[in-house]
């Protein structure tokens, strides 16, 4: 995916949303996306899921003390690492925990045909290449079963990012911050394109999804990313913005996060 993988120990827990509630809890605690994510997982009701690229491992921690078989696989060796850490500790007072994590090299799942009720891939697709995110969802629908769901997470839309920020730009401007026009520059690092190589937008989700045969793909977005609290510091501005939004109401502009759900 990366000739020199970028995601390091020091990635995962200092760059990596939600690493302050990660090390703060041990994994138990999911910040607001991945709580966000997991409510998702729950509502498919699987017996059996994916955490494609587990990251750190605790939406797959919180999945497993969810009495369901969970599964986190990632091409990173530290991310395996802190993940087995979390398990490890957890499994003390959860010995019946089914939990596993697994170091892939690449695109291919070590997993028998029609194995998982439910795949997620969290904050992935951004950081594949276009020829990787179909290798990577080609063996997906192998391995789900027959009606299984596919769960995708990115942020941020590219649409939002290139053009909605300018919105908030505006606003700023207008309330006296000196905004730099080129907001991008300004995110914090885990944002930045050293990771996200490969920003997404609803469309482009949707047409990877029915490529690699998916079907009833439903998409939702979710609007005011916490970066945006990084750039204008304060509610009354989030609250202009949802007031305009009343008025011009294009979730592509407003919205950072898109999640989409699809069947086999």
């Given at each position: 995916m990366h000739d020199i993988n970028p995601y390091t120990r020091d990635y995962f827990l200092n760059e990596c949303e939600g690493y302050k509630t990660f090390l703060s809890s041990k994994g138990l605690k999911l910040s607001r996306r991945l709580l966000k994510i997991y409510q998702k997982v729950i509502e498919l009701k699987p017996k059996r899921v994916l955490d494609f690229g587990c990251g750190r491992g605790e939406l797959a921690l919180n999945l497993g003390l969810s009495w369901i078989e969970t599964y986190g696989v990632d091409i990173s060796d530290d991310a395996i690492f802190i993940s087995n850490e979390i398990k490890n500790y957890w499994i003390k007072t959860n010995p019946d925990l089914k939990l596993n994590f697994i170091k892939i090299g690449g695109n291919k799942l070590p997993f028998e045909d029609n194995f998982f009720d439910t795949v997620v891939m969290s904050d992935v697709i951004e950081h594949l290449r276009d020829d990787e995110i179909l290798k990577v969802l080609s063996?997906?629908?192998?391995?789900?079963?027959?009606?299984?769901?596919?769960?995708?997470?990115?942020?941020?839309?590219?649409?939002?990012?290139?053009?909605?920020?300018?919105?908030?730009?505006?606003?700023?401007?207008?309330?006296?911050?000196?905004?730099?026009?080129?907001?991008?520059?300004?995110?914090?690092?885990?944002?930045?394109?050293?990771?996200?190589?490969?920003?997404?937008?609803?469309?482009?989700?949707?047409?990877?999804?029915?490529?690699?045969?998916?079907?009833?793909?439903?998409?939702?977005?979710?609007?005011?990313?916490?970066?945006?609290?990084?750039?204008?510091?304060?509610?009354?501005?989030?609250?202009?913005?949802?007031?305009?939004?009343?008025?011009?109401?294009?979730?592509?502009?407003?919205?950072?996060?898109?999640?989409?759900?699809?069947?086999?």
């Amino acid at each position: 995916m990366h000739d020199i993988n970028p995601y390091t120990r020091d990635y995962f827990l200092n760059e990596c949303e939600g690493y302050k509630t990660f090390l703060s809890s041990k994994g138990l605690k999911l910040s607001r996306r991945l709580l966000k994510i997991y409510q998702k997982v729950i509502e498919l009701k699987p017996k059996r899921v994916l955490d494609f690229g587990c990251g750190r491992g605790e939406l797959a921690l919180n999945l497993g003390l969810s009495w369901i078989e969970t599964y986190g696989v990632d091409i990173s060796d530290d991310a395996i690492f802190i993940s087995n850490e979390i398990k490890n500790y957890w499994i003390k007072t959860n010995p019946d925990l089914k939990l596993n994590f697994i170091k892939i090299g690449g695109n291919k799942l070590p997993f028998e045909d029609n194995f998982f009720d439910t795949v997620v891939m969290s904050d992935v697709i951004e950081h594949l290449r276009d020829d990787e995110i179909l290798k990577v969802l080609s063996e997906i629908i192998r391995v789900l079963k027959k009606n299984g769901n596919i769960l995708i997470h990115t942020s941020p839309n590219k649409i939002f990012i290139n053009f909605g920020l300018k919105i908030y730009w505006i606003v700023g401007f207008l309330d006296g911050i000196k905004l730099q026009f080129s907001m991008k520059d300004k995110l914090p690092d885990g944002l930045k394109d050293k990771y996200h190589i490969n920003e997404q937008t609803s469309f482009s989700i949707k047409r990877y999804l029915k490529k690699s045969g998916f079907r009833n793909i439903q998409i939702e977005f979710w609007k005011n990313p916490h970066y945006v609290y990084y750039f204008l510091k304060d509610d009354k501005y989030i609250k202009k913005l949802n007031f305009i939004y009343k008025f011009l109401p294009i979730k592509h502009l407003f919205f950072a996060d898109i999640f989409a759900i699809g069947k086999k």
